[in-house]
């Protein structure tokens, strides 16, 4: 005794729908939709976010090396200063 009767799935149905209704039903597909494509968007997110790390990583370390002539010459006035005043 399986669901291969017709009307086995008839009494299925009905009971399915006095369960939920059928504006719930109704939403089940978009509802879906927007979860796979939420989905998507969070696995693409991930790469993304990466992405964005490393370019961060790469402009601050361009940043040091570019501050890292005027610091030195910054270091050298004081210390001319310094040495003048002796």
Known sequence: MGFDSVWHWLILLVIVLVLFGT???????PDLGAAIRDFKKGLQG??????????????EA????????????????SQRDSSETK
């Open 23 to 29: 504006k719930k039903i109704r939403n089940i597909g």
């Open 46 to 59: 991930d790469d993304e976010a990466k992405q964005k790390d490393e370019e961060a990583r790469r402009k």
């Open 62 to 77: 361009e940043q040091l090396r570019a501050d890292a002539p005027e610091a030195e010459r910054a270091t050298t006035q």
